[in-house]
């Protein structure tokens, strides 16, 4: 059973930075893409960035240029630099995968980690 971990959401202060990580444990038979998606209460599930694994990746317009995803294939673990945090970043940040097994692709979550960014 594939799982996702994720780490290193907080607090921080408008201009500062976080890194989130994301680890991967079990078995994927065709990796696809791995990204970073986030929540606020009342709001839908956003995508932030995501790469594939061609190491493509690309970005929700609103952190261009802020934020950088990238990956450790030796670790199983992708990253989120976070920089130049603003207020409008806080949300619930969630890792998310999709691979194949056989022809069938499906997604995997990770529980969500929480980032609070004060003005």
């Known amino acids: 059973q594939v799982q996702l971990e994720e780490s290193g959401g907080g607090w921080v202060q408008a201009g500062g930075s976080l890194r989130l990580s994301c680890t991967v444990s079990?078995?994927?038979?065709?990796?696809?893409?791995m990204g970073w998606y986030r929540q606020t209460p009342g709001n839908e599930r956003e995508l932030v960035a995501r790469?594939?694994?061609?190491?493509?990746?690309d970005y929700a317009d609103s952190v261009k240029g802020r934020f950088t995803i990238s990956r450790n294939d030796l670790k199983n673990t992708v990253y989120l630099q976070m920089n130049s945090l603003d207020p409008g970043d806080t949300a619930v940040y969630y890792c998310?995968?999709?691979?194949?097994?056989?022809?069938?692709?499906?997604?995997?979550w990770g529980q969500g980690t929480q980032v609070t960014v004060s003005s």
């Open positions: 079990g078995n994927i038979e065709r990796f696809i893409a």
């Open positions: 790469i594939t694994s061609g190491s493509s990746a």
């Open positions: 998310n995968l999709v691979a194949y097994q056989g022809m069938t692709p499906y997604h995997v």
